[in-house]
């Protein structure tokens, strides 16, 4: 087994081949004058089991290009097995048709990756769960939730509410509030633009709890904000506490994550994040351990659900 990294994230990279007492293998990348991306493996990969960790996160076209080149590269050098480790699958929102005339990008994104030479994926948290279903090869997709249901057993809060920001987050913030025992509210948006929602209804009981937010994904922003304002025009105690397995952070996010009612925002590393948006209310939790025990079952052909479920 090798295992080689991109570079979307090297620091998850290396800690994963630490998890699994693994050197990190050895490749060369880099870029042409004209912006073209170039990559050599340094050692050989014939008939071997080869991990390659990256996450298509910004600059998405860059680190998706840049998987395709180093999938190839293996496969033209005769690796037994390769598998796509993808912390972040870039494209996962545009996983089918909003309006006419449109693409289905996340399929097409899946069609390259198996064009390239790729027989596997290993995902984190997909932001659709149909995705698995636009591979014709295995696709193993891990969730969080075990990070985050750790994270917030160790807070031990009082009287709090488990809320999905907006409808798509329902069956995962469900999940958690099983996991914690908890109530669950949902807040449902009605879509105004690509990161524009407008609240429409609070469901659930919120007044007087600590409500705990839980999505996929912090992109803008925009969804946990409107989210928030109804919470607590419901009663609920600005005191929250926002967990998202995706620390996308674009646009104007800077403003959603200085509201003075979040305790805490709780993101993984499987997108490295600016130290320009980093604040002291934010817990990073390394994804890293869970992705290694899941290569190494992968390897060995053992079970990969038992990891969260």
Sequence with gaps: MKVFCGTA??????????GLTLALGQVTIRRFEDGEIYARFEESVRGEDVFVIQPTCSPVNENLVELLVMVDALRRASAGRITAVMPYYGYARQDKKHAPREPITGRLVADLLQSAGVHRIL?????????EGFFNIPVDHLRALPLFTEYLQEKALPPAVVVAPDDGAVKVAYRLAERLRLPLSVVFQRRLGPDAKQTVQVVGEVEGRIPILIDRI???????????????????????????????????VAKALDRDDVQEFAF???????????TDRMRILSAAPLLARAIRNIHLNESVSTLFT
């Design 9 to 18: 994230n090297r620091p998850l990279g290396q800690e994963v081949a630490d």
């Design 123 to 131: 995902a984190l948290d997909l932001d659709a769960d149909q995705i």
């Design 218 to 252: 912090i992109s803008t922003g925009g969804t946990l904000a409107s989210a928030l304002d109804a919470l607590i025009a419901h009663g609920a105690r600005p005191e929250a506490y926002v967990c998202a397995t995706h620390a996308v952070l674009a646009g104007p």
């Design 268 to 278: 993984t590393n499987s997108i490295p994040i600016p130290p320009e948006l980093r």
